[in-house]
């Protein structure tokens, strides 16, 4: 029986991963951990019936080592995570972000605990048709400050690895599409969904309809962690984490198969670029992760989520 902390447990990715883990991994005992700054307590409505602990702290004000101490994998989800709000709190991001990482790192140390830590596929930035974990340093250019800490992130786990002894893995996660008791409407597909159910014009940035950019189903996202954790994988490497790639203008397809009178406003952001690139995910391909076909479900989900149910 594996003892796993999550941290960040109630947000998107962690309100799936904690009801997911219990399927992929053999009786986990699964402690969460998160601050609720973001107020998702419905992450913890009708868990089912199974080995968990919720703690109510913040992981970077409180002392976590007694929940440490008696665990072998911590899943470090705690984050602040949104692209255009780190423009006016870069401090912050770093904070929590960078230092969040360093203190989870220490506890890892000192308690022998594995960490599969979360990067982004948004610290690419290049006119190449395709980049991976090998790339050319060039093609490595965060847009954002989020962007900015999720590598400065990347180089402080490598460090603890090949210095302190820490047994990692970082996982670049594409933009997240699928539905979570957690879940957030800010990244693009989802909040294309709420668009269009609601009827209102997609608010597409104007450079965006053609640029491509990873995408990654949330259950492949879940999936995958429970993969690095049942195969051991951790030797400190990178992998990037993708469903598919698509431009604006093909999410907008699917999108309409679905809610076929969807239109669409071009707006402007402070974070849009003219980059256009796709991210190769064939790195854990190769070690025999099977990533979903498609990404048609998750997007059928997340609209479903609000049509009313008959009867
Ligand atoms: N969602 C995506 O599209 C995406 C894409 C790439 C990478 N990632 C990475 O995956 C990780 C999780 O993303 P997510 O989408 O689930 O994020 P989220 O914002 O939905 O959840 C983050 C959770 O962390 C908690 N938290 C924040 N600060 C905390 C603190 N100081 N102490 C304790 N808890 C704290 C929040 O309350 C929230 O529940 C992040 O590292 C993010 O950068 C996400």
Redesign the pocket.
Known sequence: MKKIIV?????????KLIRDLPDYLENPEITM????????FS?LFNLPRHNYTFYL??????DLDQIFKKSDVVV???????ATTSIDQPEEYER??YL?TKKILELCKKHSVKMI??????IYGTKKKIVDENCDKEDIKPQSP?AST?LKEELLVQNYFNKKNVKTKT???????GT?P???FH?AISKFCFQASIGQPLSVWETALNQKRPF?SLND?TRAIAFVIKNNLFDGGVFNVVTSNFSVKEIIQIIKKYEPKVQIKLVKSKIMNELSYEVSSKKIQKKGFIFSKNLDDRIKDTINLFKSIEN
């Open positions: 941290t960040g447990a109630l947000g998107h990715i962690g309100s951990i998160d601050n609720l700054t973001t107020q998702r992450s702290k913040d992981i970077l004000e409180d470090h989800l705690a984050a602040l995570t949104e929590v972000n969040g830590h979360f990067s982004s596929t948004s989020y999720k996982l670049r996660l594409g933009s997240i599409c979570s957690g879940m957030r990244a990654l996202a």
